[in-house]
């Protein structure tokens, strides 16, 4: 996610569920006590998504060119799967590109992958293509 901040300047941002004056990493660097009100964060998963152009069969066999978003890479951590981590951190992406699962295109996904989009979104008929994308009927 990203968000702005008071001077203009982007950058990630995290949801921290400590005070709402904490003061930020300048704030401790220009005061010189870096380790006053340090806090921790651990990465539990990511998502990489972007447009991609692609080739692709459609579903009589015609090949067109199209410019979908992908997504080309997504993990959660092996001790927080299964905890909702993963459906919340990809609610959030399609939430913030406006977009619905079946209209992404999937880079190579593993099984895993297909059963959670089975799961949680009912996404069954693909339209598998020779570049290893992964395309939904529901796309169409």
């Known amino acids: 996610m990203r968000s702005e901040s008071p001077t203009g300047d982007t950058g990630d941002t995290a949801i921290d569920a400590g005070e709402n004056d904490a003061p930020t990493i300048a704030d401790l ?3 010189g006590t870096t380790r006053a009100r340090e806090k921790q964060y651990q990465v539990l998963g990511f998502l990489k998504i972007g447009v991609k152009c692609l080739f ?3 579903d009589i066999g015609r090949q067109i060119q199209i410019s979908p978003l992908c997504l080309l890479d997504f993990y959660i951590t092996e001790t927080h799967q299964r905890l909702g981590y993963g ?7 399609l939430a913030n590109e406006g977009v ?5 295109a999937y880079d190579r996904p593993s099984p895993r992958m297909v059963g959670f989009l089975k799961k949680h979104y009912a996404l069954q008929e693909t339209l598998p293509q020779a570049n290893n ?3 939904f009927k529901e796309v169409r």
């Not at 459906?87 to 992406?93: G, I, Q, Y």
């Not at 619905?100 to 992404?104: I, N, P, Q, V």
């Open 87 to 93: 459906k919340t951190l990809f609610e959030c992406m």
């Open 133 to 135: 994308y992964l395309f």
């Open 56 to 58: 692709v069969s459609d």
């Open 100 to 104: 619905s699962a079946s209209k992404l």
């Open 29 to 31: 660097e220009r005061s």
